[in-house]
């Protein structure tokens, strides 16, 4: 039972009941069709021959006018003494100014193809009861992140790029996954036997580097409606970097109810599995708190009676 004695339902399963299948799903829903709808648009050309985008994650042109790169391979580059052309920088400062005012691990949990992979292993590791397994610090995604530049400077290459699963899925969806999907099981791998959550939570430098340029992001999840929480765990179960969700949602008295941490990746979970809707999507700078209505705790007088 949780604290105010209500019984422990599976996270999720409560609020399935009181908002419905979609509306206990509805941001799992969007992100599953944002992360399609971006996988289609870089396959449109080479499977179909529509080229509204040519290119991938890592570098594009959209309808031949829009250039979009990846901030994180133009820093490679650059640390690795090759100087971008004046296009490539134009399109990586696009990347980098939205990703800065959306969120950056917007990205993590709302474009990449890899994310998927990591639910399903969640998933999977919950429904079979695995222990919780090795878990690296949170930091080594950031050393790990400041390694590839150091090494894409010693090397003069774009070292991530070498072993990017990310890269590699969209290369292989058109050329062939062959050795591909040995990159992918492996990552799946690790999620469900060695580190609960531990390629994106952990590892992944990408990860890292979009919660640096999203760290004063607009776009944030507020636990507004946090007097009514039920203390049920839900958002904790779902969130797949929970440790941002307390100093929101147990903050006492003026304490700000957004999620700040740039760890969050907006994906909108904890907004779905909440039964009694505690959180929503709002910008940084709303403060507010809604104040739940006080249960009558007054007996209400009984019907008088004819002497």
Not at 108 to 121: E, K, M
Not at 241 to 252: G, M
């Amino acid at each position: 039972m949780s604290a105010t004695g209500k019984v422990h339902l599976p996270p999720g399963q409560e609020a399935r009941r009181v908002k419905g299948w979609y509306g206990a799903n509805r941001y799992l829903i969007w992100r599953r069709s944002s992360q399609v709808f971006f996988l289609v648009l870089f396959l449109m050309g080479p499977w179909f021959g529509i080229w509204w985008v040519k290119g991938t994650l890592a570098g594009s042109e959209t309808f031949r006018v829009l250039p979009l790169n990846d901030p994180l391979i133009l820093g490679q580059m650059m640390a690795a003494g090759h100087w971008p052309e004046a296009t490539a920088l134009i399109g990586g400062l696009i990347v980098l100014v939205a990703y800065a005012l959306i969120g950056g691990r917007v990205y993590c949990s709302w474009v990449c193809p890899i994310n998927p992979v990591t639910d399903a292993a969640h998933w999977l590791h919950d429904k079979l009861g695995i222990q919780k397994g090795w878990q690296p610090k949170r930091s080594f995604r950031y050393w790990l992140l400041g390694t590839v530049l150091v090494v894409s400077t010693l090397t003069g290459t774009i070292a991530w790029e070498v072993v990017n699963p990310v890269t590699m899925v969209h290369r292989g969806l058109i050329f062939g996954m062959g050795w591909v999907w040995g990159m992918v099981l492996a990552v799946f791998v690790f999620d469900l036997l060695v580190a609960r959550r531990g390629w994106c939570g952990h590892v992944c430098p990408v990860g890292a580097f979009y919660s640096l340029v999203g760290a004063k992001s607009l776009l944030r999840v507020s636990a507004l409606r946090r007097g009514a929480c039920d203390d049920c765990m839900d958002c904790y179960a779902v969130c797949p970097e929970n440790q941002v969700i307390s100093p929101a949602l147990k903050a006492r008295g003026d304490g700000s109810p957004l999620i700040l941490s740039p760890n969050c990746t907006n994906c909108g979970r904890c907004i779905d599995v909440c039964s009694v809707d505690v959180f929503a999507f709002t910008h940084r700078f709303d403060h507010h708190v809604e104040t739940p209505p006080k249960a009558d705790s007054q007996v209400e007088p009984r019907e008088q009676t004819a002497a």
